[in-house]
């Protein structure tokens, strides 16, 4: 059974039957164009094969909701990425434990990086129709088009997980599996900041120690000022500004405000903020930190020797080496000699002594 129209949070009452700890299919729809935060427009929920639609624009969750969805073991999702970081956002909690199908697919070598409809068609032999993707969720009332497509985006959930949980333990690699979904959790509860996002800048490659660190101040600074004022991060500062910044004389009053009249696109508060922080000598962090260095072959070759070792262990576990290790963390660990935080766990004890040895050698 599926719930003709949205409900609102406060209305959901959990279904007779439903026990402690039994897993639950969850899904959601938001708008993320002009913010920075996901708008979160609507909540799918897949409960003993009956589908509720929840309307998050009307009411708190019910105590009943938020026990199903705290309790559930596990939460059934695809991708849930962002589906997280609206849950967070919105209602300031998180399942408390994660199955996601997307990744247990790759895990057991049906496709890295499978969308939701290729996914139920290769494994259930079932259609989705995804027409509604990119309509407007927060519209007020929903067609009966987009309320068919967000019910048909959970209805596969429990089947999905009913056919690869099994594959995961036949391999052995469950284990390695819920440390993934865990350490997915913990990073969404979390939002940990980068402390060198310049290192991902690509235009900062090969630039000086102060042109760096003028760049790491503005990515820090964008990033803080973005969240605050719930703006997409190129409408407070956008990248052909933070460059230009890298640049420029700034020693002179007034020197911020002239280069961003030229180049680039930034909010009026970037003048006055970012001239006093960008004049400011280099701290104890900026004398030490990581340079993010001009590509060089030293470099290239050293990171195409970690790929191999990679590359060998997926071959000797049946891994995918895409789920492993990408290049950027080979690159970041290559030039620090810090294991990349998001790939912590498993990864580190079962790879760290094969790349360190690369790495020193």
């Keep these: 059974m599926t719930a003709e129209k949205p409900i609102k949070l406060d209305d959901f009452v959990a279904p007779p039957g439903i026990q402690l700890g039994q897993r639950i299919g969850l899904d959601t729809e938001f708008v993320r164009e002009r913010t920075f935060w996901p708008q979160l427009a609507l909540l799918q929920i897949r409960i003993n094969s009956e589908t509720f639609l929840l309307d998050p624009l009307q009411g708190e969750p019910s105590e009943s909701l938020l026990r199903c969805m705290i309790d559930a073991a596990p939460t059934l999702m695809h991708a849930p990425g962002e589906d997280l970081v609206c849950l967070k956002h919105r209602f300031g909690w998180l399942p408390g434990a994660l199955f996601d199908m997307q990744l247990a697919a790759a895990y057991v070598g049906l496709g890295v990086g499978l969308g939701y409809q290729a996914l139920v068609s290769l494994v259930l032999a ?22 068919r497509y967000a019910a048909s985006d959970v209805l596969h ?10 594959q995961l333990q036949e391999r052995g690699h469950l284990d390695w599996f819920e440390d993934d979904c865990a350490r997915m959790l913990e990073r969404a509860a979390q939002n940990p900041v980068d402390l060198h996002p310049h290192l991902q800048f690509r235009p900062a490659m090969g630039l000086d120690r102060v042109a760096q660190a003028r760049i790491r101040r503005c990515l820090i600074w964008r990033e803080a000022m973005a969240e605050q004022r719930d703006r997409p991060r190129s409408w407070m500062l956008d990248n052909e500004a933070v460059t230009a910044l890298a640049h420029a004389d700034l020693s002179s009053a007034g020197s911020v405000a002239q280069v961003l009249a030229r180049r680039g ?5 970037a003048e006055r903020e970012l001239e006093p922080l960008l004049q400011a000598p280099l701290n104890e962090i900026e004398e030490t930190m990581p340079l993010a260095p001009k590509p060089d072959q030293d470099l290239k070759n050293q990171v195409g020797r970690m790929q191999q070792a990679v590359a060998d262990f997926a071959e000797r576990t049946g891994l995918p080496k895409e789920i492993l290790l990408a290049r950027r963390h080979l690159e970041s660990y290559a030039l620090t000699g810090e294991w990349p935080s998001d790939k912590a766990g498993w990864r580190q ?6 790349l360190a040895a690369v790495r020193d050698s």
């Design 349 to 354: 004890d079962e790879l760290e002594r094969a």
């Design 265 to 269: 696109r930034a909010i009026r508060q």
């Design 157 to 166: 959930l429990e089947a999905l997980h009913d056919a690869l949980r099994p």
């Design 126 to 147: 079932e259609h989705v129709d995804k027409g509604e993707t990119r309509s407007d969720w927060l519209q007020r009332p929903l067609s009966d088009a987009q309320l």
